[in-house]
């Protein structure tokens, strides 16, 4: 968070904490948002941090401790005493919880199970079989449940004794006696009615439900196409067993956006749930190492094929004017396709049985770009290359030229676009991951395709050989 | 969206399309919902969507529209007459139908406003006003309003009278008199206190509001940051003007990610709201072929310093074995940098005004990843090169060669580091498209300077001048 955007209590909180001014701090603490105290804490040095949540104590710190990144979690709870801590984790709402456990040692999570009461105990241990990444692992249990035969009066009363548990309310749903998602109600429907209506005459269809074992971004998905505030989870039987909420699905898509763009980018590992500016060098250092160096070596092919060519080379060196662009236009070209294809896969818009259609349209696409740099980049040569004709030695007209490097930019650019489309596709075909053809590495492979085409197609033309 | 993936009620609807029944059509099209029904009517052809918007009519033919892309809605509008029309307009929500306002054509914008009532005409031109990407332009004035003398029993009152419109009921605000914003209430709290409590004794501040001059994607990151379902937008007195909801937040947050993915890769112009197997090849061609042809001119830079460095060459074709590599290590690495750096500005995590940082951050990143990448290549070298020895013509040793190429990379990946990061944010400062620090133009840009920085670190060290 930059610095000019603190709002007026967090400028309070920060000159209580130069002061070490506990009960200033807390008082400054009480009128922040939690979300902005999180974001605060992970600013703060050692310890400022461990004043900062010692003062405010386990019951502030619960909600700010579920807004943390996970790599600070473990450290923010170690400030707490047991009995403290005991209080903190029976505070934590079911699936903030549930990411506690995710996140810390195994160390701390026989200690800290040992601190939960026997429901939470139960609770948790449940909700730790599912994927961290699935809807189930994502899912909280705090749900209403109304049954179809109550009338409002009754439900009002059954949601009344569960009040303090504000969130439910947003989101209840009817079952049937084996806990079967049977529809849904609005507190809106029942705050109108008439106390001795049915639910059954009042309730929705529930259709849209997701199930536990399926990807959390499938969940984050329904509740974007369908604008849904909660979304049900179910099993296989269609119990249901919690819900997916709408802040849920925003941050499980901005964590695949800015996944996709890393991997576009050569960025490998786990994305770091730390901001930017305080993840350490060693850490970014760690994800841009491997793909740089595996890269540097793939590009010893270019060099090699480029090597493997240097009589021809040497018998013109005016070729070198054009190498690097036609090599550059299939890293270009193909990138664009693959940042195209990818994130219509990540918006849910094309699957791999599409990949005829894909290939088709990338196909003209890339005859269309190509044709079109090629002729471009011709009538350019037949411009510039006059100025360089004394160095071609004779051996060719510039006209001949034009129309070799014309024609290899052609055949670099469809291929590149043809395959930039295509391997991400494939890639998720063979369960493979889609990082494999990130922009720099699909640019390093045409490198190489681009050297052969370039000396091949203008070898030919100009008889070099 | 992937034909596998409809649901039951949309396989039916397809089937009576097929046989052109128009009841069937109807009974499947009220089962379905109507997010779905948008998107298979992106998939048919002409024929088939005039049949299917015309079979469902004006009612059912709202909702759909609202969710159509931006270019298909005008043509869908003009499959009815005026007064379905009028219909149509006037069950849009305020919000919807500023949208369609915004997308459609002159001429049709004036047809459409004749057909408005005097409420939605007056409405609909004050939210014009609005830039179409401000928190303005985006809202709903849709909102609950209550004032605090008010009881529980007659607040009841007034929404009650609202009911029609459900959506209201999300989002109840206390203002005052002058209709300045003063605090907000759920819905929860009004069903669950008594008839005479007053809304003053209930209500709860509303910290966050957004301007409603706003860029949208300030007030999509504060809905996103604070976990709501509606954030308030005002005026610059806090008069109450209508809210963005969190469906609007998951919208523009997504749009936003795609915008930065598609500059990443040097993909021009607005992005199509179509999806890409409906985007049109002629569309395709015309977002990607300007930077294509920009950079391939770009390149030709790189070309003319290899060109003038061809004695050089001449003099040792095995340095052409690491050329590509020395240029590419640069473009990777430097869109490395620049995708983090992006990112983290998207995601409000950086300004410009952490430039300095920034820049110390990547210095020492950059350094480490040069170094290690030198050193691994410098290594791999000292076994590869023996192979080669013969055709360097005995003028170098392998060992200078290799500690020649490992200084270059050093150089490359370093400089190439720190111009990635920062030139995102010179050109945010400079209020410049972020889109000429694309990935591929970022790489044309270091490719220059790769061969520069190659040919003479290796010149020197090799004496080759």
Same mark, same amino acid.
């Given at each position: 968070?930059?610095?000019?955007?603190?709002? %007026?209590?967090?400028?309070?909180?920060?000159?209580?904490?130069?002061? /070490?001014?506990?009960?200033?701090?807390?008082?400054?603490?009480?009128?922040?948002?939690?979300?902005?105290?999180?974001?605060?804490?992970?600013?703060?040095?050692?310890?400022?941090?461990?004043?900062?949540?010692?003062?405010?104590?386990?019951?502030?710190?619960?909600?700010?401790?579920?807004?943390?990144?996970?790599?600070?979690?473990?450290?923010?709870?170690?400030?707490? /005493?047991?009995?403290?801590?005991? =209080?903190?984790?029976?505070?934590?709402?079911?699936?903030?919880? @549930?990411?506690?456990?995710?996140?810390?040692?195994?160390?701390?999570?026989?200690?800290?199970?040992?601190?939960?009461?026997?429901?939470?105990?139960?609770?948790?241990?449940?909700?730790? /079989?599912?994927?961290?990444?699935?809807?189930?692992?994502?899912?909280?249990?705090? =749900?209403?449940?109304?049954?179809?035969? &109550?009338?409002?009066?009754?439900?009002?009363?059954?949601?009344?004794? $569960?009040?303090?548990?504000?969130?439910?309310?947003?989101?209840?749903?009817?079952?049937?006696?084996?806990?079967?998602?049977?529809?849904?109600?609005?507190?809106?429907?029942?705050?109108?009615?008439?106390?001795?209506?049915?639910?059954?005459?009042?309730?929705? %269809?529930?259709?849209?439900?997701?199930?536990?074992?399926?990807?959390?971004?499938?969940?984050?998905?329904?509740?974007?196409?369908? $604008?849904?505030?909660?979304?049900?989870?179910?099993?296989? !039987?269609?119990?249901?067993?919690? @819900?997916?909420?709408?802040?849920?699905?925003?941050?499980?898509?901005?964590?695949?956006?800015?996944?996709?763009?890393?991997?576009?980018?050569?960025?490998?590992?786990?994305?770091?749930?730390?901001?930017?500016?305080?993840?350490? =060098?060693?850490?970014?250092?760690?994800?841009?190492?491997?793909?740089?160096?595996?890269?540097?070596?793939?590009?010893?092919?270019?060099?090699?094929?480029?090597?493997?060519?240097? $009589?021809?080379?040497?018998?013109? !060196?005016?070729?070198?004017?054009?190498?690097? &662009?036609?090599?550059?236009?299939?890293?270009?070209?193909?990138?664009?396709?693959?940042?195209?294809?990818?994130?219509?896969?990540?918006?849910?818009?094309?699957?791999?049985?599409?990949?005829?259609?894909?290939?088709?349209?990338?196909?003209?696409?890339?005859?269309?770009?190509?044709?079109?740099?090629?002729?471009?980049?011709?009538?350019?040569?037949?411009?510039?290359?006059?100025?360089?004709?004394?160095?071609?030695?004779?051996?060719?007209?510039? !006209?001949?030229?034009?129309?070799?490097?014309?024609?290899?930019?052609?055949?670099?650019?469809?291929?590149?676009?043809?395959?930039?489309?295509?391997?991400?596709?494939?890639?998720?075909?063979? /369960?493979?991951?889609? %990082?494999?053809?990130?922009?720099?590495?699909?640019?390093? &492979?045409?490198?190489?395709?681009? &050297?052969?085409?370039?000396?091949?197609?203008?070898?030919?033309?100009?008889?070099?050989?």
């Amino acid at each position: 968070m930059a610095e000019e955007s603190y709002t %007026a209590p967090l400028l309070e909180l920060l000159r209580a904490l130069e002061a /070490k001014d506990g009960s200033a701090l807390l008082a400054a603490a009480g009128d922040a948002h939690y979300a902005d105290l999180a974001g605060l804490y992970e600013n703060l040095d050692d310890e400022n941090r461990d004043f900062f949540i010692k003062t405010i104590g386990p019951e502030l710190a619960t909600d700010v401790i579920a807004e943390l990144p996970d790599t600070l979690i473990e450290d923010a709870l170690d400030h707490f /005493k047991p009995a403290q801590l005991r =209080v903190l984790l029976g505070n934590l709402s079911d699936d903030d919880r @549930v990411d506690v456990f995710q996140v810390v040692s195994k160390e701390a999570q026989v200690r800290f199970f040992s601190l939960l009461g026997p429901r939470d105990l139960e609770l948790t241990r449940n909700l730790l /079989k599912y994927e961290e990444d699935s809807a189930g692992g994502r899912m909280t249990t705090h =749900v209403g449940r109304l049954t179809a035969d &109550m009338t409002v009066k009754q439900a009002i009363a059954v949601l009344r004794r $569960d009040k303090e548990d504000a969130e439910t309310l947003a989101r209840i749903f009817v079952v049937d006696a084996q806990g079967c998602l049977v529809g849904k109600i609005r507190l809106r429907d029942l705050a109108f009615s008439t106390w001795d209506t049915q639910i059954f005459d009042i309730m929705e %269809a529930a259709d849209e439900t997701v199930l536990a074992t399926s990807d959390q971004e499938e969940a984050a998905r329904m509740l974007s196409k369908y $604008d849904l505030v909660v979304l049900p989870v179910v099993d296989e !039987f269609h119990h249901l067993l919690g @819900v997916i909420t709408h802040d849920d699905a925003l941050e499980i898509l901005q964590e695949e956006s800015t996944e996709d763009i890393e991997k576009l980018s050569g960025i490998g590992g786990e994305q770091s749930e730390v901001s930017y500016l305080n993840t350490s =060098v060693v850490l970014q250092f760690r994800r841009r190492v491997l793909w740089l160096v595996g890269l540097a070596f793939v590009s010893i092919a270019s060099g090699y094929v480029m090597f493997r060519f240097s $009589d021809l080379l040497g018998n013109a !060196f005016i070729l070198t004017l054009f190498l690097p &662009m036609v090599v550059a236009a299939g890293g270009n070209s193909g990138g664009q396709a693959a940042a195209m294809v990818i994130r219509a896969m990540a918006l849910g818009e094309i699957s791999p049985g599409n990949a005829l259609r894909i290939a088709w349209k990338e196909a003209r696409t890339g005859i269309a770009l190509g044709t079109t740099l090629g002729l471009c980049i011709g009538l350019a040569i037949a411009f510039i290359l006059p100025q360089f004709q004394r160095e071609t030695g004779g051996a060719f007209g510039f !006209f001949q030229l034009a129309i070799s490097v014309s024609v290899a930019l052609t055949a670099q650019v469809f291929s590149s676009t043809v395959l930039g489309a295509l391997l991400p596709i494939a890639a998720d075909k063979f /369960k493979l991951d889609p %990082a494999v053809v990130s922009a720099p590495s699909l640019a390093s &492979m045409v490198d190489i395709s681009g &050297m052969l085409i370039y000396f091949s197609i203008v070898g030919a033309i100009l008889h070099l050989h």
